[in-house]
């Protein structure tokens, strides 16, 4: 079991930049935050969950979709068991609730992350 809450979520202007974090705790299972891919997602209103970005165990491999690149940033802090998500540049198509997930996979499939955050809301004003 590994227990992911995101947060840094809020209200931002259009223009504006948010960090989000994905904090793991409870890690039972037998591999450290270190041995799991860690990827971010975004449910918009009415719309499918969308990849944003992952980021590989030791950060050999980092990958985000299009709509992503040069705007988000994905990094993380294994001896802190937390990841990160700077979001710049932030347009109101940008709302969304936003979650992080673990895996074991290098994969943009939701289907393939094992444990998943509740979501934090971002909403971005014009």
């Known amino acids: 079991q590994v227990q992911l809450v995101e947060s840094g979520g809020g209200l931002v202007q259009a223009g504006g930049s948010l960090r989000l974090a994905c904090t793991a705790s409870?890690?039972?299972?037998?591999?450290?935050?270190?041995?799991?891919?860690v990827g971010w997602f975004r449910r918009a209103p009415d719309k499918d969950r969308e990849f944003l970005a992952l980021?590989?165990?030791?950060?050999?491999?980092?990958h985000y979709t299009d709509a992503a690149k040069g705007q988000f940033t994905i990094t993380r802090d294994n001896a802190k068991n937390v990841a990160h998500l700077q979001m710049n540049s932030l347009q109101p198509e940008d709302t969304a609730v936003y979650y992080c997930?673990?895996?074991?996979?290098?994969?943009?499939?939701?289907?393939?992350?094992?444990?998943w955050g509740r979501g934090t809301q971002v909403t971005v004003s014009s």
């Open positions: 997930a673990a895996g074991t996979v290098i994969s943009d499939s939701p289907y393939l992350y094992l444990y």
């Open positions: 409870e890690i039972t299972t037998g591999l450290t935050f270190s041995g799991y891919v």
């Open positions: 980021i590989t165990g030791n950060a050999e491999m980092i």
